[in-house]
């Protein structure tokens, strides 16, 4: 097993890491409710592709990262869970980016209008609500995967591997089940982009 490389300190780990989701959660909430009309010169919604993209990448790292632990290779293991938490960060970036520049679309709404006709209802069907069911569960998880993934993060910091390793076994799926359903929320709406 590794050694340590931060110093226990589980008080301050649990303040830090639960001011630190709350801020974040905040931040996001708050800044998802404005969006800036400014002519950046660019096709905004090229954030919305990075961060499929990014997700994308990151639940094969997390794949990766699942097989190095279990075949005993920590250092790779430790290696590609710091490269998720890096893409992590710059998913946070660009996702506030996008909502900032771009505003909300909505699934179906082929005009644009922001309003979603009987027509453009019965033209998407069913699969609004299968798109709905993903964008909440989606949400829902991303929203609280933060303390799940800095938890986790920090027992494996302090070198405490049981408690790294049952906190995994929760974090692990949510965070991959947020990964692989952003690039599939994005490949359904991105359509209704405008």
């Not at 591997?161 to 949510?174: E, N, S, V, Y």
């Not at 994005?186 to 359509?191: A, E, R, S, T």
Request: net charge positive.
């Amino acid at each position: 097993m590794l050694e340590p490389i931060v110093k226990k300190n589980d008080n301050l780990a649990k303040w830090l890491i639960g001011v630190f989701s709350v801020v974040v959660f905040i931040v996001v909430t708050l800044l998802s409710k404005f969006k800036i009309n400014a002519d950046v010169g660019f096709d905004v919604h090229i954030f919305a592709a990075f961060n499929a993209a990014v997700n994308s990448i990151t639940a094969l790292l997390l794949v990766l990262a699942l097989l190095a632990v279990k075949s005993g290779k920590y250092i790779l293991h430790k290696r590609l869970m710091f490269t998720c938490l890096v893409l992590s960060l710059l998913f946070l970036v660009s996702y506030i980016a996008h909502h900032l520049l771009s505003g909300e679309a909505k699934f179906g709404d082929a005009n644009h209008d922001g309003i979603l006709s009987a027509d453009e209802m019965a033209t998407v069907g069913g699969l609004r609500l299968f798109y709905i069911i993903l964008l909440v569960t989606h949400i829902f998880l991303a929203s609280i995967i933060l303390p799940f993934i800095l938890f986790t993060t920090y027992r494996a910091l302090v070198a405490e591997f049981p408690a790294h390793k049952k906190i995994a076994k929760i974090t692990w799926p949510l965070w991959f089940y947020v990964a692989i359903t952003g690039p599939l929320v994005y490949f359904l709406i991105h359509g209704y982009y405008r």
